[in-house]
Structure formats: C-alpha cells, structure tokens
C-alpha cells in the first residue's frame, strides 16, 4: 500500500485513510458554490491553459462521452487525462492518465498539498478530489484534459476552469433538491460551464429552451444534435445479428456510412464525433470505427459474465431506463432476470416504470448507507405499474438478490444489474472476489 505523510495529524496516511479524513472535514456531502474551491486553487496556483480543456455535463451519458473524447485522443499520439465521478469499486478510477488509473500515491501527495493551501477553508470530500485531479493534471503536463462535472454546472467544482469546449450530453430531471424541478431550470444550471464567445456540442435531443437562450446569451459557437450532427440507422434483415449492424453518423461537415454498433450508449458516441470535429481533431473513418467496437467503461452496457449472461449498468433515472429499454432489444434472451437496487433520493416509480413490461423476473434489494432504499419501496413501484407480485421477489442486500438470479437462470437468459453505482459496485466486488478463489 501506497502511504504518504500527513503534516497536519503527524501520522503515515494511506489513500484509503485520507478518504476516511476527507468524509469527516465538511459537515454536508454537497455544498454549492464556488468561492472556496476557486480560493485553494488559486493559493495553489492551479490551472490547466496548457492542455486543450473539455468540460462535460448532463444528466447521462457523461462518462461515456469523456471515455470515447479519451479514445479518439490517445489514437491520435495525444496525452489524456481524464476526471470522472462517482468510481464503482476503487478511487483511483476517478483520474485517468492515457487510460490508466492514477497511482494511489499521486492522490495521496496531491491531497497533503490542498490540505496545506486550504488553512481553515472547508471543502467537500468531491471539491477535494476535483482540486487534487486538476493538480494532477497540471503536474502530468497532458495535452488534452476532460472533466466530467459532478452535479449541475454551473456552481459545480469542475467549473472554477474555463473550458476550450462545453459539452452538454443530456438533460433529465435529476438531483432536484439542488438544480430545479423543471427540465428548463435544470438546463440552465447546466448550461453554465459555457463561456461567452466559447464552443459547445449539445448531445440532447430536445434541448429546453433555456438552453438555446444560453447560447444565445453568450454568442456560442454550438453544435446541436438533430441538427448539426445526427444518427442514421443502416437497414438490415430482420434475422441478422446485431454483430453486423452498422449505422450512419452525419456531422457538420463529416459523414461516417458504415459505423459498427457501440458498447456505450449510440448518442454519446455521436456528441462525442460532433465534439472531436468541432475541436478539429476527428480521425479517419478506419481509425474511428475500430475506437467504437473498442470502446467501453465498466458499468455502462457491461457484460461481466457470458455463462451465465449478465449485463450491469448503473442507470438510475427515467432517461437512463428509457434509453435501456432500447438497448436491451439487442439481446435476444428468452427471459431477463432483473437484479435491481436503488437509492431512496432517486425519481423509483418512473425509473422502474419503462422496464415493469419486460418478460422478467425481479430481484430488488435493500441498498445500505444513508440514502439506501428497501427492497419493498421497489417492489411497490412495479405492483403500482401493475406488474404481477409473482414475478417480484426481495432481498436484504443486493448480494443475495444476484446469488438468487445466477441460480434461477436458465440456458438462453439474461440478467440485468441496475439501479445505481453502488448496486453495480456490489455485483462487480462479488464477481471479483469469485473469479479469485
């Protein structure tokens, strides 16, 4: 284990230490504004004007749209760094430098250098992580930096940078204790990470008005999807398996005929082409169709197993399900065995209520901490979309629910893991630890 020397305490911190003293400084998870964090960045002298700097937000589809940004990138000889949130199952996977996670003892040294500048500012264990990845960055002297905005926009700590490009991927309602309740006024939060005069790339398909209002406001040079660049699907037999189905991808001045199908949501592969050709920087249709095949993030579409077939995916709002529903499709399973698991702050009616017409059995279970959900709040949300309580059984903790799914499945099944981070992180522990024995 990596360890570093924390002056302030006079004991040796390790990463795992330093995460636990980091929960324990702020009394909230979220505190929105930026003064505090833009005061410790500027005692540190923190930015990143050297690097080509792309900040992205929405409500999904962010994580994908930084890992193909990534992709493109590190193909065209560049170097990458990436800041993501929130990780599934180590830390570390919240930086990446040319794909790799970073070091458990870069977080730990960049962690002692904001707990010396911040003296008695009180940051957030996130405003903390987001402070030590541009640092990192800065330190790495990388070419191209992607920041994935945490919550909202505008008052979010990836946002104390001025972004070379903005990109929104799409805009749902989520987290409406802190951005709105309305699509208008979430857009709109959102929409701050876009500067006067600066470039931006719009992946939602129906943008809210107050986003164009943006825009305008601010004399952005945008792309908007449906419009500057779109998706055309090739046709193709009936019969024949989604393996050879290809797809069409038209920007403003590009065209892309014969695309393989993605491992990551089709939309955010197509802002992210829409980006890379605003930037300039789009390769050649060979280079791009072998970074699409290629292309994947744990958690997002992620198959994990092929004997039994399971896919996990942290989706955990109505958009997110709605787009599964759609992807879903490509698997030709006579039955889907659902493992799902949610948080109690989450939209849970219309989250489920896209999937309640699936052939599935359900598994739900109780997620812990203190925004965890019971498994009974679950199974009321589909008896209310009038699912059948035959077909819904519970479990105390997402590990037996998915023991329970693996020993019911059947030869030409699937089984599915949703509902948040955390009930893919469980799966993916359980998977790790019994591959190890």
Same mark, same amino acid.
């Given at each position: 284990m990596n360890t570093q020397k924390n002056q302030n305490t006079g004991s040796t911190t390790t990463l795992s230490q330093w995460l636990s003293h980091l929960e324990s400084i702020?009394?909230?998870a979220i505190d929105m504004g930026l003064e505090r964090v833009k005061s410790v960045a500027n005692a540190m002298g923190i930015h990143l004007k050297d690097a080509l700097l792309i900040t992205v937000a929405g409500t999904n589809g962010k994580g994908t749209t930084c890992r193909l940004l990534e992709q493109a990138m590190l193909a065209q000889g560049k170097t990458v760094a990436v800041f993501s949130s929130p990780h599934l199952v180590s830390y570390c996977e919240r930086v990446r430098l040319n794909g790799e996670l970073a070091e458990e003892s870069a977080f730990c040294r960049t962690f002692e250098l904001i707990e010396k500048a911040r003296g008695d500012i009180t940051l957030t264990y996130f405003e903390f992580g987001t402070l030590a990845? @541009?640092? @990192?960055m800065q330190d790495w002297g990388v070419d191209v930096a992607v920041l994935e905005v945490g919550l909202g926009g505008r008052l979010d700590a990836a946002n104390i940078l001025d972004p070379d490009l903005a990109i929104i991927t799409t805009?749902?309602?989520?987290?409406?204790?802190?951005?709105?309740?309305?699509r208008e006024?979430?857009?709109?939060?959102?929409?701050? =990470? @876009?500067?006067? /005069?600066?470039?931006?790339? =719009?992946? $939602? +398909?129906?943008?809210?008005?107050?986003?164009?209002?943006?825009?305008? $406001?601010?004399?952005v040079d945008a792309r908007w999807a449906?419009?500057?660049?779109? =998706?055309? $699907? /090739?046709?193709?037999?009936? !019969?024949?398996?989604?393996?050879?189905?290809?797809?069409?991808?038209k920007g403003k001045h590009t065209e892309f005929t014969q695309l393989p199908y993605p491992? =990551?949501?089709?939309? !955010?592969?197509?802002?992210?082409?829409?980006? +890379?050709? +605003?930037? /300039?920087?789009l390769p050649d249709e060979t280079a791009i169709k072998h970074i699409i095949a290629n292309t994947r993030l744990p958690g997002r579409q992620q198959e994990i197993s092929h004997n039994p077939l399971v896919v996990v995916d942290v989706a955990h709002n109505p958009q997110a399900t709605k787009a599964m529903r759609e992807w879903l499709k490509r698997y030709p399973a006579s039955k889907i065995r659902v493992v799902a698991g949610m948080l109690k702050d989450k939209s849970i009616v219309e989250t489920l209520a896209p999937l309640s017409s699936l052939n599935a059995q359900w %598994?739900?279970?109780?997620?812990?901490?203190?925004?965890?959900?019971?498994?009974?709040?679950?199974?009321?949300?589909? +008896?209310?979309?009038?699912?059948?309580k035959s077909y819904i059984k519970t479990f105390s903790d997402v590990t !037996?629910? %998915?023991?329970a799914a693996r020993n019911d499945y059947q030869e030409g099944e699937l089984i599915l893991v949703f509902g948040s981070f955390v009930t893919v992180a469980e799966v993916l522990d359980y998977t790790n630890a019994n591959e190890q024995q």
């Open positions: 702020h009394p909230s990845a @541009m640092k @990192m805009i749902d309602l989520d987290h409406q204790d802190w951005l709105g309740d309305t006024a979430i857009a709109r939060e959102k929409a701050g =990470i @876009m500067r006067k /005069n600066g470039k931006a790339v =719009i992946g $939602e +398909l129906l943008p809210p008005s107050s986003l164009r209002d943006v825009v305008s $406001e601010l004399d449906q419009q500057d660049f779109f =998706i055309v $699907e /090739n046709t193709a037999p009936d !019969n024949s398996p989604s393996t050879s189905r290809t797809w069409q991808w491992h =990551i949501p089709q939309q !955010n592969v197509s802002t992210a082409l829409a980006a +890379l050709e +605003l930037l /300039n920087l %598994y739900l279970a109780s997620t812990s901490g203190p925004r965890g959900c019971d498994a009974d709040v679950l199974a009321g949300a589909l +008896l209310d979309a009038q699912l059948d !037996n629910a %998915y023991k």
